[in-house]
């Protein structure tokens, strides 16, 4: 069994549409969907803003490998279309898998080019550390400490005051 935290985010289309597929396409595996967060763009700041959220999932089959495709089909299903000249361009849907754990509680590591664990620049993006204090605040991110101290670092204190909740589209799923 593991136990992931996946960031979801969308700027294209009918974003919080996206979103809500996304939490749906994850299905059973879903324990918990943070609120959703209106956040500017992160890296390539001539596109529209984002719609965040990030989401706990548990699957008894699934390891970090099965995490990685289920966000590509995720994605996939979402119309992405991966643009190689704006790697941090815009995107109907966007979906990361940021830290895994095994059943015993335990990290899970990777170095892996493919699926590096936990994700390498998680610790640098507010609108993920954020969204993901609404479901577990006593979050820690592996090799990084504390998700409230990431947070209040001063090259992350801005970006996370950008941030406006969106309580007016929840995450729930539509069943």
């Given at each position: 069994m593991t136990r992931a935290v996946l960031s979801i985010g969308s700027n294209l289309d009918d974003r919080h549409a996206n979103l809500r597929g996304a939490v749906e396409g994850l299905g059973e595996s879903v324990v918990l969907v943070s609120g959703t967060y209106e956040t500017p763009p992160?890296?390539?700041?001539?596109?529209?803003?984002?719609?965040?959220?990030?989401?706990?999932?548990?699957?008894?089959?699934?390891?970090?490998?099965?995490?990685?495709e289920r966000a590509r089909s995720l994605e996939s299903d979402a119309g992405r279309v991966r643009?190689?000249?704006?790697?941090f361009g815009p995107r109907t849907l966007d979906v990361d898998v940021i830290a895994v754990w095994t059943d015993d509680g335990e990290p899970v590591l990777s170095d892996d080019p493919e699926l590096i664990l936990p994700h390498p620049r998680?610790?640098?993006?507010?609108?993920?550390l954020k969204p993901w204090l609404d479901i577990q605040p006593y979050a820690q991110l592996p090799g990084?400490?504390?998700?409230?101290?990431?947070?209040?670092?001063?090259?992350?204190?801005?970006?996370?005051?950008?941030?406006?909740?969106?309580?007016?589209?929840?995450?729930?799923?539509?069943?």
């Open positions: 992160w890296g390539d700041t001539e596109q529209p803003s984002y719609l965040n959220a990030v989401v706990l999932v548990v699957d008894p089959a699934a390891d970090p490998r099965v995490w990685l643009d190689p000249q704006r790697r998680a610790h640098e993006r507010a609108f993920v990084h400490g504390w998700v409230t101290d990431l947070l209040n670092l001063p090259q992350l204190a801005a970006d996370a005051q950008a941030i406006t909740p969106r309580p007016d589209l929840t995450l729930e799923s539509q069943e």
